[in-house]
T-cell receptor
Framework: AQSVTQLDSQVPVFEEAPVELRCNYSSSVSVYLFWYVQYPNQGLQLLLKYLSGSTLVKGINGFEAEFNKSQTSFHLRKPSVHISDTAEYFCAVSSRNTGNQFYFGTGTSLTVIP | DAMVIQNPRYQVTQFGKPVTLSCSQTLNHNVMYWYQQKSSQAPKLLFHYYDKDFNNEADTPDNFQSRRPNTSFCFLDIRSPGLGDAAMYLC?????????????FGPGTRLTVT
């Protein structure tokens, strides 16, 4: 089974500063990687995904992530955060071996400080 | 817009009183999932349907049951809710095709047990 580690449970950052949320996964072939955002009392919304191809993936709301196979990482970045980015962020992994099953990280709570 | 709908958004039930949560989708996806998410935790998969085939996670309590009468609808039944079952319940869907591993989430139902 896959495992996903989000190293930072809470990340405070000032408005307009850059941010990186870290995600590492256990090694496997043909992984598919996702970042979801969850606002309070809402479901999960897909930010971006890596299935294959270019290792730099751009998503919604100005977020991007880079797939690094050698370091088994998929860190999420944004060059300038807004107050509205305050939310919980989940990294998730699936693979051909696991079919449709997702393995979620424990989440990172991003707080943007005015 | 195609979407995943969950009703109700907030549900209060009494200890031991059966409760049913519902999920519907207009995406025509053949896989539907139920997750339980407790405060500040990652979603935990309870079970999923691949078409009509029911797949229960090994650690899902017997107290939790599910029904999928057709492609569009899926229900989560909690036969005798305990205080520990208070959580957000998320429904998700996906297509079981190679290259389509993204899951689409509904807004969730927050269950309170009194």
């Amino acid at each position: 089974a896959q495992s996903v580690t989000q190293l930072d449970s809470q990340v405070p950052v000032f408005e307009e500063a850059p941010v990186e949320l870290r995600c590492n996964y256990s090694s496997s072939v043909s992984v598919y990687l996702f970042w979801y955002v969850q606002y309070p009392n809402q479901g999960l919304q897909l930010l971006l995904k890596y299935l294959s191809g270019s290792t730099l993936v751009k998503g919604i709301n100005g977020f991007e992530a880079e797939f690094n196979k050698s370091q088994t990482s998929f860190h999420l970045r944004k060059p300038s955060v807004h107050i509205s980015d305050t939310a919980e962020y989940f990294c998730a992994v699936s693979s051909r071996n696991t079919g449709n099953q997702f393995y979620f990280g424990t989440g990172t709570s991003l707080t943007v400080i005015p | 817009d195609a979407m995943v709908i969950q009703n109700p958004r907030y549900q209060v039930t009494q200890f031991g009183k059966p409760v049913t949560l519902s999920c519907s989708q207009t995406l025509n996806h053949n896989v539907m999932y139920w997750y339980q998410q407790k405060s500040s935790q990652a979603p935990k998969l309870l079970f999923h349907y691949y078409d009509k085939d029911f797949n229960n996670e090994a650690d899902t309590p017997d107290n939790f049951q599910s029904r999928r009468p057709n492609t569009s609808f899926c229900f989560l039944d909690i036969r005798s809710p305990g205080l520990g079952d208070a959580a957000m319940y998320l429904c998700a869907t996906s297509r079981a095709e190679v290259g389509s591993y993204e899951q689409y989430f509904g807004p969730g139902t927050r269950l309170t047990v009194t």
